[in-house]
């Protein structure tokens, strides 16, 4: 089965950092790219950022461009979301998600709350 567990979240002050991680299990996470969505409460999920399978390529929602940094080490077979310079706004379920015989699967997510 296809599994992914995040972790990492918490709560951080406006202006803090924090590091995410998906650990993948279940499907070749080498050729698959990532993706991170994250949903506030009471609005639709949104995508924040994703990666390509060799993590060349990079695309981020613009409310994260600048703040944020997805990686990921195929050798752990982990995705990463570095975000810095937390804003109240960022606060969130954040989810891991990838696509396997074009079906998505997702992480059971992991709040982060920017709160002061």
């Known amino acids: 089965q296809v599994q992914l567990v995040e972790s990492g979240g918490g709560l951080v002050q406006p202006g803090g950092s924090l590091r995410l991680s998906c650990a993948a299990s279940?499907?070749?996470?080498?050729?698959?790219?990532m993706f991170w969505y994250r949903q506030a409460q009471g609005q639709e999920r949104e995508l924040v950022a994703s990666?390509?399978?060799?993590?060349?390529?990079?695309n981020y929602a613009d409310s994260a461009k600048g703040r944020f940094t997805i990686s990921r080490d195929n050798g752990k077979n982990t995705i990463y979301l570095e975000m810095n310079n937390l804003k109240l706004e960022d606060t969130a379920v954040y989810y891991c998600?990838?696509?396997?015989?074009?079906?998505?699967?997702w992480g059971r997510g992991v709040q982060v709350t920017v709160s002061s």
């Open positions: 279940g499907f070749t996470f080498s050729t698959s790219a």
């Open positions: 990666i390509s399978s060799r993590g060349r390529n990079t």
């Open positions: 998600n990838v696509y396997v015989y074009n079906s998505p699967y």
